[in-house]
């Protein structure tokens, strides 16, 4: 998958972070809500 974001070059960049962070933010939320 990284490597895939990575594919996506300079544009995708900010792309690929916020949806890291989204994804990140979901995972979060999942073991808080335990």
């Known amino acids: 998958m990284k490597v895939g974001i990575a594919g ?3 544009i ?3 792309v690929a ?3 890291h962070r989204g994804i990140e933010g ?3 939320a ?3 809500s335990r």
């Open 8 to 10: 996506f070059g300079t």
């Open 12 to 14: 995708g960049k900010p």
């Open 17 to 19: 972070a916020a949806l």
């Open 26 to 28: 979901l995972e979060l």
């Open 30 to 32: 999942a073991v808080r």
